[in-house]
């Protein structure tokens, strides 16, 4: 335990700081989510699905049709294959130049190797149980062991393979090469190239015909598919077809390939003895994927532009229907034990599930979750994350971190609060002006409530046995009295209110358009006064100790302080350029602010209201926190993918933390003292552990060191690798390193084998 802990902190020392630090990185909790899905694979009875960020595949059972599990990976999933003698799933990262290998028995990450730059399509051999990746900036392709899981050889092919096939007949491996109008064929025995075929303008799309030996080759520039002999790798003919095609599939049951045009929406179908054009199927608009199910007589057309898939039957190449898909549908995979086929549409962050039997859409699963507001509860050691996206809130487990539900509720969830004696939780959802009211003892919705327009901000007053919600277009709040859970007063307020604080029997509400604070009396749920402030005011922290509510001003860059009992302005201070979070420290009686534009957190004495210090930070903080466990400020920074941590007694930056991208909130978790982290650009919570009060016996079950390491037998150009002590290695030898990329920024741990 010692020994990892080390690592770790060396690990992140490297990225951010030269010194030694009591926090770190404990987990990250993939919800279940990623932005952009643009592949998929089944395997195993289950479809798992890639995409352009999030950071993680998603497993979705193919019986039940519901995402069971989410699988960390690497940033930009942009290629995927299955391998059945070893039950693995193999997922290109084309931004971290690596392939990551899932064992489906499990749904764990067994290993990242290293590839080439741009990892571009994968394909699997099962002759000699190897799994091909074009690299299409290197020109060259890496091929892995299916049982050992190492990089065995590297082939050099053609300008910018793009994409591949495999020949079960003559043992061959295929790669078009987009930028070179060729084909370059590899014999998969030796893993050596035997010919290069000419094609057409930009081949980006390969398919093989295994009943007469044939390779088709799209051609995305040259409007035609190029037919390949496999036995001598000569060119059969070159059938013209629509514009811009660019996905390939062959149906066995009627030996027709199929070619989708993107340009003109039609697919050419092309006969697989006489080599000629037979038909062309008018479909909808960018056709841009196809997959086939024999058994069903199915061919089934993704098209980008017009949200659907269309489903052809092959006997009469007539289309029989067309589903709506989802917004952008990319890439499709079929799963014929199930009959069911898996549409990735990637605008829309959706999987949409289709039965081929009854030609029906069976399930459509929102693949981004976006957490956007966090909460704590202290009786059952919880916290709850709502989730912008995917209309839910996920329940996770403060012991384990272990995600244990996911409750469905209305449209837009922005803010979340949860009444501890009542074990409520009271969900705000934007777009469908509602409330939802979930127990925390079942994880089930008791209801949901109807309030303003656009409720943006929630607060609970377990005192009063009250939840308050500030409506952005409805200009006013609503009072949820929480026995019948119904809406029991509408208070008027300022222009766009925007966020709440309570200060003993008094309410705070920013009006975010009208520069003014509105303030009300929770024991009688009537508006007292409104205080002018600065201009755009959209935040407010409460400081208990001098009973004083600070108003952040966005334009105005300055902080408005005022009387907790009275609400009339006590100081207006000056700030850096856009302040847009705010946090008070209970320990050091300070107030801290974030300056979005200024790069910085203005510290404000609580007691003296006056301006302490400037503390530069990283770009955009947009997000502030105080635990009060360590006396520390986190600051969240909205463009990039970490946070800075600021220690109060000195008033100093002591540490950045990378986390998920674009951290929006945080929440304390005092039991185990964890702080979690909403990453609502990465589908994803950041645990952030300190060892301030943490028993060492804790520290041995819950920290994770490190993700599993990347095992490769040298390091690509470029890539600057560092010993155990921090020292610049030059030309490492076997051994263990931390290696930062070619064209990124991120640090790994690398195993180097000779």
């Known amino acids: 335990m010692k020994v990892l802990k080390v690592v ?22 993939y919800l279940g989510g990623l932005q952009g899905p643009a592949c ?24 039940t049709n519901v995402q069971t599990g989410t699988i960390g990976v690497g940033s930009k999933v942009t290629a995927m294959a299955y391998n059945p003698v070893n039950r693995k799933v193999y997922c290109a990262d084309f ?19 290293l590839v080439g730059d741009g990892p571009r399509d994968l394909c699997y051999d099962p002759t000699g149980n190897k799994i091909y990746c074009a690299n299409s900036f290197n020109d060259n392709l890496s091929v892995i062991d299916g049982a050992n899981n190492n990089i065995v050889r590297i082939v050099r092919v053609g300008n910018r393979p793009r994409a591949l096939c495999y020949n079960a007949v003559s043992n061959r491996l295929y790669t078009a ?14 893993d050596t190239v035997v010919a290069t075929v000419p094609a057409g303008g930009s081949p980006r799309a390969l398919a093989y015909n295994p ?23 000569s060119v059969l003919e070159t ?53 086939c199910d024999p058994e069903l007589d199915l061919i089934y057309c993704a098209c980008k532009d017009d949200d659907s898939v269309s489903l052809i039957r092959g006997r009469t190449n007539s289309v029989l229907k067309t589903l709506y898909a989802g917004d952008g549908p990319t890439a499709l995979a079929c799963d014929t034990v199930t009959g069911k086929a898996y549409c990735a549409a990637e605008l829309g962050n959706a999987v949409t599930v289709i039965d081929g039997a009854t030609r029906s859409v069976v399930a459509s699963l929102r693949s981004w979750e976006r957490p956007f507001a966090l909460c704590y509860n202290s009786a059952l050691n919880r916290v709850y994350s709502a ?50 009211v979930i127990d925390c003892l079942t994880n089930g919705v008791l209801g949901t409530t109807d309030v303003g327009n656009a409720p943006v901000a929630i607060a609970c007053s377990p005192g009063r046995d009250r939840v308050y919600t500030a409506n952005s277009t409805g200009d006013n709040i609503s009072v949820i009295s929480c026995g019948p859970d119904s809406v029991v007063h509408t208070i008027g307020t300022g222009k766009y209110p925007c966020a709440l604080a309570l200060s003993g029997n008094l309410l705070f509400c920013a009006n975010r358009d009208s520069a003014s604070v509105s303030v009300i009396s929770t024991a009688t749920d009537s508006l007292l006064t409104t205080t002018a402030v600065g201009e755009m005011p959209v935040a407010l922290s409460y400081n208990p100790g001098g009973n004083k509510v600070y108003s952040v001003n966005r334009m105005q860059y300055n902080v408005t302080v005022m009387d907790g009992n009275s609400g009339s302005v006590i100081a207006t201070i000056a700030t850096g350029e856009q302040p847009c979070a705010a946090c008070y420290s209970t320990r050091s009686n300070l107030f801290y602010c974030a300056n979005y534009a200024g790069r910085s957190v203005s510290v404000i004495d609580g007691e003296q209201n006056q301006w302490v210090t400037t503390i530069s930070v990283a770009s955009h903080p947009a997000a502030l926190f105080y635990s009060p466990a360590n006396n520390k400020v986190y600051v969240g920074h909205e463009a990039s993918d970490s946070v800075t941590v600021i220690d109060c007694a000195v008033n100093q930056v002591i540490q950045r933390i990378g986390v998920g991208f674009a951290p929006t909130d945080f929440v304390l978790n005092p039991a185990q003292n964890r702080i979690y982290v909403a990453n609502s650009g990465s589908s994803s919570i950041s645990v952030i552990r300190d060892v301030v009060g943490i028993e060492e016996e804790q520290q041995q079950t819950a920290l994770r060191a490190w993700p599993p390491a990347t ?44």
């Open 95 to 113: 931004d971290a130049d690596s392939v990551t290998i899932i064992d489906i028995g499990q749904n764990v990450v067994l290993t990242t190797l």
């Open 711 to 754: 095992v490769v037998r040298s390091l690509p150009a470029g890539a600057v690798a560092f010993d155990a002590m921090g020292r610049r290695v030059t030309d490492p030898e076997a051994g263990v390193y931390f290696v930062r990329g070619t064209r990124t920024q991120t640090v790994r741990k690398v195993v180097i084998q000779r």
């Open 177 to 190: 090469n987009d930028a070179g109008d060729n084909v370059t064929v590899v014999d998969a025995g030796a």
């Open 8 to 29: 770790f902190v060396f690990a992140v020392m490297m990225v951010f700081a030269p010194a030694a630090f009591s926090q770190w990185l404990e987990q990250t909790i």
């Open 40 to 63: 998929l694979a089944c395997a195993g009875g289950a479809a798992y699905v890639g995409g352009d960020s999030g950071s993680a595949v998603l497993v979705i059972d193919g019986v």
């Open 239 to 291: 059938v013209s077809t629509g514009i811009e095609p660019c996905a390939l599939v062959y149906d066995p049951f009627t030996d027709w390939v199929y070619c989708a045009n993107a340009g003109s929406g039609t697919v050419t179908v092309i006969d697989g003895l006489s080599n000629r054009s037979v038909a062309t199927i008018r479909v909808k608009r960018t056709p841009c994927a196809l997959v």
């Open 387 to 436: 989730n912008n996206s995917s209309d839910n809130v996920s329940v996770i487990d403060g012991a384990t971190n272990a995600p244990v539900a996911s409750v469905p509720v209305s449209r837009g969830p922005v803010d979340i609060c949860c009444h501890q004696d009542r074990n409520r939780l009271y969900c705000a959802a934007q777009y469908d002006d509602k409330v939802t």
């Open 211 to 233: 009943t007469r030996n044939k390779v088709y080759c799209a051609n995305h520039a040259g409007q035609s598919v190029t037919i390949i002999d496999g036995a001598t790798n």
